[in-house]
């Protein structure tokens, strides 16, 4: 029983930071394409296994380099994915808008190479060997289209300067970046999404993301801090911190973030004494993940809190306090789903008034004495 409602409240959880994260620019060259809602992820970046490219290949009127497939459908789309290509294809046609170049073996990036295009929205390059000493500074200065690049999964060792200024997201996950060029961001006033998880980066310094006032996901799992990066763009609205060790939470560590919705700070080494009481004074918090750190106690919450994650912590009591100041009739925590499994409390420890302060639970994950 216990393990179905986990599946079930995963499902909510994964449904409902996905919702937030779609972005209204579902342009696929007016094609309509099937879009995975679960990920906020067009999935159409790989045609692999989906339809025949030999097919195309007879049927398609227009020229299609021959590294690539070109769906008849989505005649701006050029697919040159997982094909072991050391370089970008030459002679891409004009009419390239998405191009789709992930799983290949491209280390280095020439301005001359996207020279004949200028009207590229998609460049996805996720999956290669890129290399930020062999990319050449200029080569997107004319993409003043591009809206999404994607570049996961290379060798990069910072964030490329001279981005072209229209870009709404930046996908730079899992390569080796340890620091963010002077004036990467400066003009990206419409980048909503920055993934920048998996990487070296120990700190963000003053005018590091100054520029990007639109930021609403960012993604900083999985790096090197040891605490909470200052300098966050105050727009954000996600923010991910999950995997860095960090040895606390200063009373002022989200002071002036009145965007912030959903704090992930999962796995993070947090201890009860380390964290100042107000930290999370946040009215417009709606979900917080301190899974798997090492609490003691539960810490004060907003009242607005609506979900909340403790599991697999040390928290041994349950005080009302942490999330009732005072039970009114207008006065109760709006917390929907709690989890407080996997700690060294018990359901029969709660205290008998909790259900005043709790009133509106949906679902509270708690261990029963055995
Ligand atoms: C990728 O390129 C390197 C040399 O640049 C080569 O040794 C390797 O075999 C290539 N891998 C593939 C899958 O083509
Ligand atoms: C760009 O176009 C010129 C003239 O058609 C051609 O010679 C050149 O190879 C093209 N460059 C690329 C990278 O496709
Ligand atoms: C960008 O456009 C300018 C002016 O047309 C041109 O001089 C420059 O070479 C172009 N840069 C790239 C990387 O294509
Ligand atoms: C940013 O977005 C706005 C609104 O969609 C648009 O008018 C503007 O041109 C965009 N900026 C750039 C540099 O593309
Ligand atoms: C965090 O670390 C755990 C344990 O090392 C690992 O299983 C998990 O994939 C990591 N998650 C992220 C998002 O970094
Ligand atoms: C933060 O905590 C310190 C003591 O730990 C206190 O002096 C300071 O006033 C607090 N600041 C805020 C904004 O609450
Ligand atoms: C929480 O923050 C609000 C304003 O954001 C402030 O008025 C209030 O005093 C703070 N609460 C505590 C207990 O510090
Ligand atoms: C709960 O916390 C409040 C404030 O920290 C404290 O005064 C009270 O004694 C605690 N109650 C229990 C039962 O520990």
């Known amino acids: 029983m216990a393990l179905l409602r986990c599946a079930v409240m995963v499902l909510l959880c994964v449904f409902h930071s996905a919702s937030a994260t779609v972005v209204a620019a579902m342009d696929y060259g007016g094609v309509p394409l099937w879009i995975n809602r679960l990920?906020?992820?067009?999935?159409?970046?790989?045609?692999?296994?989906?339809?025949?490219?030999?097919?195309?290949?007879?049927?398609?009127?227009?020229?299609?380099?021959?590294?690539?497939?070109?769906?008849?459908?989505?005649?701006?789309?050029?697919?040159?994915?997982?094909?072991?290509?050391?370089?970008?294809?030459?002679?891409?046609?004009?009419?390239?808008?998405?191009?789709?170049?992930?799983?290949?073996?491209?280390?280095s990036l020439s301005s001359s190479m996207l020279a004949n295009i200028t009207g590229l929205r998609w460049l996805i390059l996720d999956h290669n060997q890129l290399q930020s000493d062999n990319l050449d500074q200029a080569v997107l200065q004319n993409q003043t289209q591009l809206y999404y690049l994607f570049a996961n999964h290379n060798h990069l060792s910072s964030v490329p300067s001279e981005l072209p200024a229209g870009l709404k997201q930046l996908r730079l996950a899992y390569n080796q970046i340890s620091s963010i060029s002077p004036g990467a961001f400066q003009n990206l006033h419409n980048l909503t999404v920055l993934l920048l998880q998996g990487n070296r980066l120990q700190t963000i310094t003053k005018g590091d993301l100054k520029g990007v006032v639109s930021l609403n996901l960012l993604d900083l799992r999985e790096n090197l801090f040891s605490s909470i990066p200052r300098h966050l763009p105050p727009s954000v609205q996600q923010l991910y911190l999950s995997n860095n060790s960090l040895s606390g939470l200063d009373n002022d560590s989200f002071v002036g973030f009145f965007n912030l919705k959903y704090l992930r700070l999962r796995r993070c080494g947090l201890q009860s004494s380390g964290i100042q009481p107000q930290?999370?004074?946040?009215?417009?918090?709606?979900?917080?993940?301190?899974?798997?750190?090492?609490?003691?106690?539960?810490?004060?919450?907003?009242?607005?809190?609506?979900?909340?994650?403790?599991?697999?912590?040390?928290?041994?009591?349950?005080?009302?306090?942490?999330?009732?100041?005072?039970?009114?009739?207008?006065?109760?925590?709006?917390?929907?789903i709690l989890r407080l499994d996997g700690n060294k409390m018990s359901y029969e420890q709660l205290p008998s008034d909790w259900v005043f302060c709790l009133r509106v639970i949906e679902h509270i994950y708690v261990s029963t004495q055995n």
């Not at 097919?55 to 789309?77: G, L, S, V, Y």
């Not at 004060?300 to 009732?324: D, G, H, K, M, R």
């Open 39 to 107: 990920l906020g992820e067009p999935s159409v970046l790989s045609l692999q296994g989906r339809m025949d490219p030999a097919w195309f290949r007879a049927n398609n009127p227009q020229a299609c380099p021959q590294q690539c497939d070109c769906p008849i459908q989505w005649t701006t789309a050029l697919y040159c994915d997982h094909r072991g290509l050391a370089d970008i294809p030459d002679n891409l046609p004009d009419r390239t808008q998405y191009l789709f170049l992930q799983g290949n073996n491209i280390s």
């Open 279 to 336: 930290v999370f004074n946040l009215s417009s918090l709606v979900e917080l993940d301190l899974s798997y750190n090492k609490l003691t106690t539960i810490p004060t919450v907003p009242t607005t809190l609506q979900y909340l994650y403790l599991e697999a912590n040390e928290i041994q009591e349950f005080n009302v306090t942490s999330f009732c100041r005072e039970v009114g009739p207008l006065s109760y925590s709006r917390m929907k």
